[in-house]
């Protein structure tokens, strides 16, 4: 059994930052690619950043140039540094996975719980 446990949402000021963290546990053989997604009220849920376990990484473009993605393959981890954020940035992030159990023959996603982060004065 797999799953992931994301921390690090609050209430920020507009051009302030947050640091997410996204840790998976469980019988794991192998994670593939780890990322981050959000949802805001009213909207679909939508990538944010991505990176492969090679280093391969994606952003959207509303946040290229503020956030910034990394992982630790090592702790199983995946972070989410947000600076400069704007109000628009407020949503529910859920950290996402794909992985491969101990006991399967295929990898599927996993996703955490969500984090809610809100960006107001």
């Known amino acids: 059994q797999v799953q992931l446990v994301e921390s690090g949402g609050g209430l920020v000021q507009p051009g302030g930052s947050l640091r997410l963290s996204c840790v998976a546990s469980g019988s794991i053989f192998s994670i593939f690619a780890m990322g981050w997604y959000r949802q805001a009220p009213g909207k679909q849920r939508e990538l944010v950043a991505a990176?492969?376990?090679?280093?391969?990484?994606n952003y959207a473009d509303s946040v290229k140039g503020r956030f910034t993605i990394s992982r630790d393959n090592a702790k199983n981890t995946v972070y989410l540094e947000m600076n400069s954020l704007k109000p628009e940035d407020t949503a529910v992030y859920y950290c996402?996975?794909?992985?491969?159990?101990?006991?399967?023959?295929?990898?599927?996603?996993?996703w955490g719980q969500g984090t809610q982060v809100t960006v107001s004065s």
């Open positions: 996402n996975a794909r992985i491969l159990e101990r006991s399967g023959n295929s990898a599927y996603d996993y």
């Open positions: 990176v492969t376990r090679g280093g391969s990484i």
